[in-house]
């Protein structure tokens, strides 16, 4: 695998009965559904593949709110991280392609 992108996580939300979704910002590179995103959650490092993308309207420091649905887990996970207080954490992208 290779790096191809990295992600900044400003926030998370869970829709119900699909999972997990971050909020943030595309800060270089490019990257699709099926790839790896691996970035550190309460020190432990976390590596989860990308099921979802959307990009928003809204535009903050200058770029467009990209939404991340990630695969998680468990329900238990989910929660984790809807209650997880990201800080603009930077996740790393990884690819097979």
Same mark, same amino acid.
């Given at each position: 695998? &290779?790096? /191809?992108?990295? @992600?900044?996580?400003?926030?998370? =939300?869970? /829709?119900? %009965?699909?999972? /997990?979704?971050?909020?943030?910002?595309?800060?270089?590179? *490019? =990257? $699709?559904?099926? *790839?790896?995103?691996?970035?550190?959650? !309460?020190?432990?490092?976390?590596?989860? &593949?990308? &099921? %979802?993308?959307?990009?928003?309207?809204?535009?903050?420091?200058?770029?467009? !709110?990209?939404?991340? $649905?990630?695969?998680?887990?468990?329900?238990?996970?989910?929660?984790?991280?809807?209650?997880?207080?990201? !800080?603009? /954490?930077?996740?790393?992208? @990884?690819?097979?392609?």
């Amino acid at each position: 695998m &290779k790096h /191809i992108a990295t @992600y900044q996580i400003h926030d998370t =939300f869970k /829709i119900t %009965g699909r999972g /997990i979704v971050f909020s943030g910002h595309i800060l270089d590179g *490019d =990257f $699709m559904t099926g *790839d790896l995103i691996r970035f550190d959650f !309460n020190g432990q490092i976390l590596d989860r &593949k990308i &099921k %979802g993308i959307d990009t928003g309207i809204r535009v903050e420091e200058g770029k467009p !709110n990209v939404g991340v $649905m990630i695969d998680c887990l468990n329900e238990k996970e989910i929660d984790d991280l809807r209650n997880w207080i990201p !800080n603009k /954490i930077t996740g790393k992208i @990884y690819s097979n392609r």
